[in-house]
């Protein structure tokens, strides 16, 4: 399965960077993934919705990791390139799964 377009749309909140939309082998589109600055760093939060408990629940979302960081790779990259285009100065996105490996090189 590929990942042939990652469309993002900005946002400028705390935490809450970017809203994105993935699509698979131009044929399959998964929409309301996020970009979250977190503590430690970027990540992509999978489509949830919220129960009436309170909790959240992940609508789609992949079932191996190697295809989490496929999916959080591709969206982080565009993300970068659309800040880049946004004029964002120093607008280097470092993943959380990257700051994991740094610290324990």
Do not use: C, W
Not at 2 to 15: D, F, G, P, Q
Not at 59 to 80: C, G, Q, S, W, Y
């Amino acid at each position: 399965m590929e990942i042939t377009e990652v469309r993002i749309s900005l946002r400028n909140e705390e935490k809450l960077k970017a809203f994105a939309s993935i699509t698979f082998d131009d044929s399959f589109v998964v929409r309301g993934l996020k970009v979250i600055n977190g503590s430690d760093g970027y990540f992509v939060s999978m489509p949830s919705r919220k129960h009436k408990d309170g909790t959240y629940h992940d609508i789609a979302h992949p079932i191996t990791n190697e295809m989490r960081k496929r999916i959080e790779d591709k969206v982080l990259d565009a993300f970068e390139q659309e800040l880049n285009k946004a004029g964002v100065a120093d607008a280097r996105v470092v993943p959380v799964h990257q700051n994991t490996m740094e610290a324990e090189v």
